[in-house]
């Protein structure tokens, strides 16, 4: 734990980033931040992030600090139409668009400072702006460490995926979630696992033809009935295909449909669903547990709109927008308070907020979601 004795202005004055870096490693606050992510810190991201740390364990509700992951869409639209997925069923609210440049250089030349990690993807297949290179270089020229996940079911342009893995990508994750086609598409409708196969062996190409750690390419299965019976040799893949990660995720999924999606391994099922033993960051039904969400992290969608958590699709639900404020003035913002206050002092709540109708409690049945997916909304 923090030593009580060590505030905020205290750690403001620290500047010695082994120092921070020490006192980070002894509270296990670097869980919060993926390890690939370690090497971009600096003094100020660093400082940002341990106050943000302590603030979090203090259920503080106005913040100095500021999120150090963001999460912004370069578009909504896909290829594919998952059936868990709002933008699979065609079932989002929200309209589709495209996240323009200008909008994005906005929020890296704001966030530049104290923001580590920058995910380029939400609700659509982030390729599918044309000027996702372009935003991908603009956050490495300014030391933000990107990551976005494809399904790299698209046959692309010559020459695209040789831009992509020099464009100064830091992660890029691939969800595979079947070993043949059949077993692919029950998931990945309208996908080709043969096209995910060719782009993927076409990246480790080039990657090793121009001796590149980066980005790291990180492969992942979703575990589902399906494809249980093909966990095994999808681990193989490590060193079939020489990429960096395999692992196997946990889906998510409306509580309330069919259960037909889930594994029969337990072990594979968020403890948070009815007869799963995984452990879960969400809070069961008339349990009360911290979100990490509203003292870390902000999603901004492509049109500005600002919600508190990447499970949310619902323009309904939006904080604010980006476009007519800045991250800082909506950090702290009525919203923000109230949905943190959730979590704290609940005489702060001056709004009910969808935090304040979720309580971290995700994977109730109680919540409502978006058509059949495993998305919420107010």
């Given amino acids: 734990m923090v030593d009580k004795n060590l505030d905020i202005k205290q750690i403001q004055n620290i500047e010695s980033?082994?120092?921070?870096?020490?006192?980070c490693e002894?509270?296990?606050?670097?869980?919060?931040?993926?390890?690939?992510?370690?090497?971009?810190?600096?003094?100020?991201?660093?400082?940002n992030f341990l106050i943000a740390c302590i603030e979090e364990q203090n259920y503080s509700t106005n913040l100095t600090s500021l999120p150090y992951k963001l999460i912004v869409d370069p578009t909504n639209a896909c290829n594919l139409?998952?059936?868990?997925?709002?933008?699979?069923?065609?079932a989002s609210e929200r309209k589709k668009g495209i996240l323009k440049f200008g909008d994005f250089k906005r929020i890296v030349d704001e966030s530049k400072d104290y923001c580590i990690e920058l995910h380029l993807y939400n609700w659509g297949e982030p390729t599918l702006n044309k000027d996702l290179l372009k935003m991908i270089n603009y956050a490495?020229?300014?030391?933000i460490w990107t990551r976005i996940s494809s399904n790299m079911s698209l046959k692309y342009k010559e020459?695209?995926?040789?831009?992509?893995?020099?464009?100064?990508?830091s992660l890029l994750h691939i969800d595979i979630d079947g070993l043949d086609q059949e077993v692919y598409e029950k998931y990945r409708k309208k996908g080709n696992l043969k096209t995910v196969l060719n782009n993927l062996e076409e990246i480790?190409?080039?990657?090793?033809?121009?001796?590149?750690?980066?980005?790291?390419?990180?492969?992942?299965m979703l575990a589902m009935r399906q494809n249980e019976h093909q966990h095994n040799e999808f681990m193989s893949f490590k060193k079939k295909y020489n990429v960096d990660v395999v692992k196997i995720d946990k889906i998510q999924h409306n509580p309330n449909m069919d259960e037909k999606w889930l594994p029969t391994n337990k072990d594979l099922i968020y403890k948070t669903y009815e007869g799963g033993t995984a452990s879960s960051n969400s809070a069961k039904d008339n349990e009360s547990k911290q979100c990490h969400w509203p003292w870390s992290s902000m999603v901004i969608n492509y049109d500005g709109g600002v919600n508190p958590c990447c499970i949310i699709d619902?323009?309904?639900?939006?904080?604010?927008?980006f476009k007519s404020s800045s991250i800082k003035d909506i950090w702290n913002n009525e919203e923000y308070i109230s949905s943190r206050s959730e979590f704290a002092n609940k005489s702060e709540i001056t709004k009910k907020?969808?935090?304040?109708v979720c309580k971290n409690q995700t994977h109730s049945k109680r919540l409502n979601r978006v058509s059949k997916s495993f998305s919420i909304k107010l």
């Fill in 17 to 23: 980033f082994d120092i921070l870096k020490k006192i």
């Fill in 26 to 47: 002894e509270n296990n606050f670097f869980k919060y931040i993926n390890k690939f992510a370690l090497e971009n810190l600096d003094l100020k991201k660093i400082k």
């Fill in 81 to 90: 139409g998952c059936p868990l997925c709002p933008t699979g069923l065609g």
């Fill in 140 to 143: 490495h020229q300014n030391k």
């Fill in 159 to 169: 020459n695209y995926l040789e831009d992509l893995v020099t464009s100064g990508l």
């Fill in 204 to 220: 480790i190409k080039i990657k090793k033809d121009k001796s590149l750690n980066k980005p790291v390419v990180e492969i992942a």
């Fill in 314 to 321: 619902d323009p309904n639900s939006d904080f604010a927008n």
């Fill in 353 to 356: 907020t969808i935090c304040n």
